[in-house]
Nanobody
Framework: VQLQASGGGLVQAGGSLRLSCEVSGNIFRVNTMGWYRQPPGKQRELAALISSSGFTNYADSVKGRFTISRDDAEKRIYLQMDSLKPEDTAVYYC????????????????WGQGTLVTVSS
């Protein structure tokens, strides 16, 4: 199974972007999927995750602005990002875990290559 993230770019504060992560291979080997992000000079952090049953969890900093979703038929997960702020600037990574539910990056076995999101003020 491999992950390919896309959809990043430059956007003004208040704007929106939609990230996409394509899963190649058997998505049914994957349970929880997540979007992590790494701001410049900072550690990687969880932005949002979604379990195979559709349970979602968000970082407090993105609640109400970001929406994660998955389409197992299309083998994709998405991150709709609205009301973007300059502090959302980061490289965003999609990740996949065989665990039923996990929010720990240590338990995500697969990682995409990252896509850069830059939010200008």
């Amino acid at each position: 199974v491999q992950l390919q993230a896309s959809g990043g770019g430059l956007v003004q504060a208040g704007g929106s972007l939609r990230l996409s992560c394509e899963v190649s291979g058997n998505i049914f080997r994957v349970n929880t999927m997540g979007w992590y992000r790494q701001p410049p000079g900072k550690q990687r952090e969880l932005a949002a995750l979604i379990s195979s049953s559709g349970f979602t969890n968000y970082a407090d900093s993105v609640k109400g602005r970001f929406t994660i979703s998955r389409d197992d038929a299309e083998k994709r997960i998405y991150l709709q990002m609205d009301s973007l702020k300059p502090e959302d600037t980061a490289v965003y990574y999609c990740a996949a875990s065989r665990r039923i539910y996990t929010s720990s990056a240590n338990f995500y076995e697969l990682w995409g290559q990252g896509t850069l999101v830059t939010v200008s003020s």
